[in-house]
């Protein structure tokens, strides 16, 4: 195989590491995954084992129920797959396997398999019904100061350099989830907290260093454990994030790797062209496909290669270790299209696999709600594709978000917008699984768009919350959260309060501003509103062409109906309301769910600018 080289850098950490001739002596540095269960729906489980010219040794398990079926070697001496089977009947309990030349005992590691959660196979996951909160550790609250700098880790906190770590962890957001359950929050995507030992732009851990542990300075594998604790007792789901692109340039693979084709290499640096669309381009050329699969997502980020069946086999099992030991409630998978979709979809399969009724929300980062949709499960698409993704990000109406309410008086004043984009509703399989999002962590705030103005932020809210979907907050919209354009570090503000040397506590009422508080208890009331809405969790949605910067939609389901008016024009207006009529029948008055103001259908709507009514119609 012709070996190819991305970077002189990456060609001095290859060449610092060449393979261990089979002479020296060898050693078991590692075995991954680091323990298992027994009970899984899978009986197979590969153990990765690392150490000096382990390759050609024999493996031996005397433990009933576990059978080693096959070994294999690689092109590297230092690595050896030991594929087990754990019999249904087997036991929990710890063994030795021992690692044999000839008769010879060269090592021996101790290997635990757990007792499984009751129920944990059918586990329920997220659903439509959920309002999910997206949060980086780093940047949330540090609630473990001790831990802001560990010895042997490169970068300690620096909170004046937004692209440095600043100290928030996992006990932070532990602290925390009181304030998410009154907030109205019912699901918690966090952030990858993976070990992640790089010289720079380590915080945000989406370069994992190693697979199994929680970074040190985020907390430790018990503290993740907690967190799912602490969240199920908060009646909060735990949303885990998967990332089966790259991993960290700082990743023992990377000095020793398994193989040559392990990752994506090239004959000098190239990066993804993040071109997406040619996936469903019929026209693409196998090239722009190429370098957008096998490009690398960024210098320090190697590039996986899911086709090698070994390195699919460990990431998988890397996934179903989390769930399993973190009790997760769900997934939500990174940069889909930037593998080949069809390793992804085969890669979602081995979840579903084990866990039937788990959900996965992928970021399919593409421009028109034809694209989305064909990221979504159950699509029918024409070439066969399913992605085994049961939800999929509207990236498209997160562009409307940050366009329509700017727009000036018109006929329609930026409304068409969105009743042009609902009218593609057509194109998903399951439109209440389809996750809406006003902003997240590489993405302008919504607060920078609409430079602040509260009461197109309130409208912003309003559509979020009362929309088909389900919706994902991002840390800080429920205060209108400030951050900066066109850089990703501006969109990953620290949250106020959440370190004990911060002037003012924006977790409370009492360290909120006065614009802070409008904002949070809008969201907080809608939200809470949502939380027992049936409509609004999966109701019917029936729209109106928009007219004089006047939208008006509604939602209905098992009886109950919601009425949504949004004034996007400049001046206030009366308005009749005997077009709408269908989405009241039978009824002749509504309660405004912000305000609790008594509206009567039969009369004249007075509305000011730039504001949404949410209206829950009596019946």
């Known amino acids: ?120 196979r059918m586990r329920e ?14 940047r949330f609250a540090n609630g473990n100061p001790s831990n802001d700098n560990v010895k042997g880790y490169i970068q300690g906190v620096n909170r004046a350099n937004l692209g440095e770590r600043h100290g928030g962890d996992l006990q932070g957001v532990i602290d925390h989830l009181g304030y998410l359950e009154d907030l109205g929050v019912t699901a918690l995507w966090v952030t990858p907290f993976f070990e ?34 602490s969240c199920h007792s908060h009646s909060i789901k735990l949303i885990l994030d998967v990332v089966p692109n790259h991993c960290g340039i700082v990743h023992y693979w990377i000095k020793d790797l398994p193989t040559q084709d392990w990752i994506h290499q090239w004959p000098t640096y190239t990066s993804s062209n993040y071109r997406m669309t040619a996936w469903t381009d019929p026209h693409a050329s196998k090239s722009d496909i190429e370098v ?37 409630d769900g997934l939500r998978v990174d940069t889909y299209p930037y593998n080949d979709i069809h390793l992804a979809s085969r890669f979602m399969k081995t979840f579903l696999d084990e866990y039937p009724n788990l959900h996965i929300v992928g970021e399919c980062w593409v421009k028109s709600p034809l694209e989305i949709a064909y990221y979504q499960s159950g699509n029918n698409n024409k070439d066969g594709f399913d992605s085994n993704l049961q939800s999929v990000m509207d990236f498209v109406l997160k562009d409307k978000l940050h366009e329509a309410f700017n727009e000036r008086d018109g006929w329609d004043n930026g409304m068409s917008k969105f009743y042009a984009h609902y009218a593609q509703d057509f194109a998903y399989p399951d439109v209440n699984m389809v996750m809406n999002f006003l902003d997240n962590h590489d993405i302008d705030r919504f607060s920078v768009s609409v430079k602040r103005d509260i009461n197109k932020y309130k409208m912003g809210i309003a559509m979020l ?20 354009a066109g850089n990703y570090e501006g969109h990953r503000f620290d949250f106020p309060g959440g370190w004990k040397e911060d002037s003012r506590n924006a977790f409370t009422a009492e360290g ?36 004089n910067g006047i939208y008006v939609f509604s939602r209905e389901a098992e009886g109950e109906r919601v009425m949504m008016i949004f004034n996007n024009s400049n001046n206030s207006q009366l308005i009749s309301l005997d077009r709408y009529k269908e989405l009241f ?16 259908f039969d009369l004249k709507l007075s509305m000011p600018a730039k504001t949404a009514y949410v209206i829950k119609i009596d019946n």
């Open 512 to 547: 909120r501003t006065n614009e802070e508080n409008e904002v949070f208890n809008y969201m907080r009331t809608l939200l809470q509103f949502r939380k027992n809405s049936k409509a609004l969790q999966y109701g019917k949605m029936t729209q109106f062409i928009p007219v």
């Open 1 to 120: 195989m012709k070996k190819k080289l991305y970077t002189l850098t990456l060609l001095a950490l290859l060449c610092s590491a060449t393979w261990a001739a089979k002479s020296e002596k060898p050693c078991v540095n590692k075995i991954e995954p680091v323990s298992w269960w027994v009970g899984m729906n899978n009986p197979e489980l590969m153990l990765q084992c690392h150490g000096k010219s382990i390759g050609d040794a024999t493996v031996e398990i005397n433990y009933s129920g576990v059978t080693v079926t096959k070994t294999e070697a690689v092109e590297n001496p230092n690595y050896l797959f030991v594929f087990l089977n754990i019999d249904p009947a087997t036991k929990p309990g710890t063994f030795d396997i021992v690692f044999k030349k000839g008769k010879k005992s060269i090592a021996k590691c101790k290997y635990t398999l757990n007792e499984r959660r009751e129920g944990s």
């Open 292 to 328: 957008l699969e096998k490009g690398w997502f960024s210098g320090n980020m190697p590039d996986l290669n899911l086709e090698n069946p070994l390195l699919f086999k460990y990431l998988s099992q890397v996934y179903i270790w989390w769930i399993e030991y973190g009790n997760v």
């Open 196 to 229: 992640n030992n790089d010289t720079q732009y380590s915080y945000h851990h989406y370069a994992v260093g190693d697979y199994f542990n929680v970074d040190p300075r985020l907390g430790s594998n018990k503290d993740y454990r907690n967190l799912s604790d």
């Open 585 to 600: 029948e039978g009824a002749t008055s509504g309660t405004e769910v912000v305000t609790g103001k008594k509206i009567d």
């Open 125 to 138: 996951s997220f659903s439509s019904g959920d309002a999910m909160y997206l949060l980086m550790p780093d």
């Open 465 to 484: 919350l009362t929309t088909r979907g389900y919706p994902q907050i991002y840390y800080g919209d429920e205060i209108m959260l400030d951050g900066i």
